[in-house]
């Protein structure tokens, strides 16, 4: 496998990162995006402190140094807990720990965190200064625009004055308001508009933070544009439903001449999955399941996506593919 680059390189390219996603983007999921693109920054899906304070803090936490940077998203709204599941995170080598604020879901919002903490930003506050008091990694929190009918500026604002006081250093803002009730999590990606403008006013007025812009990204063109008003982009279902997204980044954004052929990193996957089944007993199709969409797009696409769907091998899906979509690049 390919070295991944040193962190001080890593910080001076143009920040764009795979957001969080539950039931998506774990372990094996991140070790497939980092075979395409080295210079991406990864985030575990959303761990709850409930979890790692009484779960198995090994399946929630262990990653493989493959996979690095790679970012420790957590979820709650108590201090204390917090602190020591950021403490944890950092112990297990994550980069950075962020706070959800964002997550709509009535089973999260039943838990008092999420998005429905950014009516509380007094509590977010004194939630980022105990972690930041904890480690000595950034503390970042990803948040909406908004809840419900608060959606404006002001209220933005004010959440933002009140953490980046506390600490926080870096905001991933999701442009769109969460609708706490009446929109299940999948609507509110999609029903509530996108405000960018909204996004946009909080990076003029907050100059000295990291504002990261999450939403309604889906081209190389969009992420040039963004680029040029914010400090970096954060994609989501794109990535996860597309993932060779990621290899046309690496060439078009980064400028990579190194991308590797879609075949190796079959090939790749194939070796990581035996050795995730042997060493640790993983079933080939929790991993292979990240996989479907590797050749969208091309010929043979739809091949691949019954054959692994089927739950046949990998190798067998890749050796029915033809000879020259398996080695096509990124060209």
């Known amino acids: 496998m390919r070295k991944i680059p040193e962190m001080d390189k890593v910080k001076k390219a143009p920040y764009i990162a795979v957001a969080p996603m539950m039931d998506w983007t774990d372990r094996h999921c991140r070790y497939f995006h980092r075979l395409i693109a080295p210079h991406i920054h990864l985030y575990t899906e959303m761990v709850t402190t409930g979890a790692l304070l009484h779960g198995d803090r090994d399946h929630h936490l262990a990653f493989s140094p493959a996979e690095s940077p790679v970012a420790l998203q957590l979820g709650g709204s108590d201090p204390a807990d917090l602190a020591v599941c950021a403490e944890r995170g950092e112990s297990y080598g994550y980069d950075e720990i962020n706070l959800n604020c964002g997550c709509p879901s009535d089973r999260v919002q039943s838990g008092r965190f999420g998005a429905c903490l950014m009516a509380e930003p007094g509590l977010v506050a004194r939630c980022v200064e105990a972690m930041s008091r904890a480690v000595k990694i950034p503390v970042t929190v990803k948040c ?150 590797l050749y969208n797009g091309e010929r043979g696409a739809r091949l691949w996506r019954r054959t692994l769907s089927e739950k046949v091998c990998l190798a067998t899906a890749l050796a029915q593919l033809p000879a020259e979509s398996r080695r096509l690049e990124a060209a």
Not at 159 to 164: A, D, R
Request: hydrophobic share 40%.
């Open 144 to 293: 909406r625009i908004g809840i419900d009918d608060s959606d404006d500026f002001p209220f933005l604002n004010k959440f933002i004055k009140e953490v980046s006081e506390a600490g926080c250093q870096k905001f991933i803002i999701h442009a769109r308001k969460a609708i706490l009730k009446g929109l299940s999590p999948k609507e509110n990606r999609s029903v509530p508009p996108l405000r960018y403008d909204i996004a946009r006013q909080i990076r003029e007025t907050y100059p000295h933070l990291k504002i990261i812009l999450n939403g309604g990204i889906n081209r190389v063109e969009d992420i040039k544009i963004h680029l040029e008003s914010f400090d970096g982009v954060m994609i989501g279902r794109e990535f996860y439903q597309n993932p060779w997204f990621l290899a046309e980044i690496e060439r078009e954004i980064f400028k990579n001449p190194a991308i590797l052929p879609r075949e190796t990193v079959a090939e790749a996957m194939i070796a990581y999955i035996n050795r995730q089944n042997t060493d640790h007993g993983v079933p080939a199709w929790s991993i292979i399941r990240h996989m479907l969409g």
